[in-house]
């Protein structure tokens, strides 16, 4: 079981970005991998990228291609995920979570508690 925990949320315009973090409380190797949810009101929660712990195989969901780019730096536990060209559509909690992506399907667990991002005028 690891911890995660997410910070870097916030408010910002239509074409603007914004940096988001995820500390892991210790190396998560023992999970297929680690990456980003996001979850918007109203709406079932959604995958957006997914790091793999062994070859660094990055998985992102389609609508946030060529927008947005993750990294780890595995020496210091953490998970960045770098959102360029923000969209209000982008608006909601993304949650940082130990990933698989199997035939297009996601799924996250040891989820951390979210950090809210909102994309408006």
């Known amino acids: 079981q690891v911890q995660l925990v997410e910070s870097g949320g916030g408010s910002v315009q239509p074409g603007g970005s914004l940096r988001l973090s995820c500390a892991a409380s210790?190396?998560?190797?023992?999970?297929?991998?680690i990456g980003w949810f996001r979850q918007a009101p109203g709406k079932e929660r959604e995958g957006v990228s997914c790091v793999s712990t062994n070859d660094d195989t990055i998985e992102y969901a389609d609508s946030v291609k060529g927008r947005f780019t993750v990294s780890r730096d595995s020496s210091k536990n953490t998970l960045a995920l770098q959102m360029n060209s923000l969209k209000p559509e982008d608006s909601a909690v993304y949650y940082c979570?130990?990933?698989?992506?199997?035939?297009?399907?996601?799924?996250?667990?040891?989820w951390g508690q979210g950090t809210q991002v909102i994309v408006s005028w």
């Open positions: 210790r190396q998560t190797l023992d999970y297929y991998g």
């Open positions: 979570a130990t990933c698989r992506v199997r035939d297009g399907t996601w799924i996250g667990n040891n």
